[in-house]
């Protein structure tokens, strides 16, 4: 997250660029993310939303995803393949 005062000068574009770039490079082919307030932030990003019973077992499997996040959590995801 970035700190309010400095919204709005692309660091999380830049950060969030860089965690596609690294998981792409290491094979990943598809990232999946869970959030309550970021949403249209991660849209612009490419990520689509997601019914949350499509996530593969090793996603839906975690903590945050079986209980640490609200259901009302928005499931995207994205490729990066």
Known sequence: ??????????????????VEHRAA????VRLHLLTT???PF????GYRPADR????PT????AEFSSL???????LVKSVA
Do not use: K, N, Q, W
Not at 42 to 45: A, E, G, I, Q, S
């Open 25 to 28: 490079t290491l094979g990943t």
């Open 37 to 39: 307030t970021a949403a």
């Open 69 to 75: 996040c609200p259901a009302s959590a928005a499931y």
């Open 59 to 62: 996603i839906s499997g975690t």
């Open 1 to 18: 997250m970035v700190v309010v005062d400095r919204r709005g000068a692309g660091l999380g574009s830049s950060i969030l660029a860089e």
């Open 42 to 45: 991660f849209r612009r990003h």
């Open 53 to 56: 019973a499509s996530a593969p």
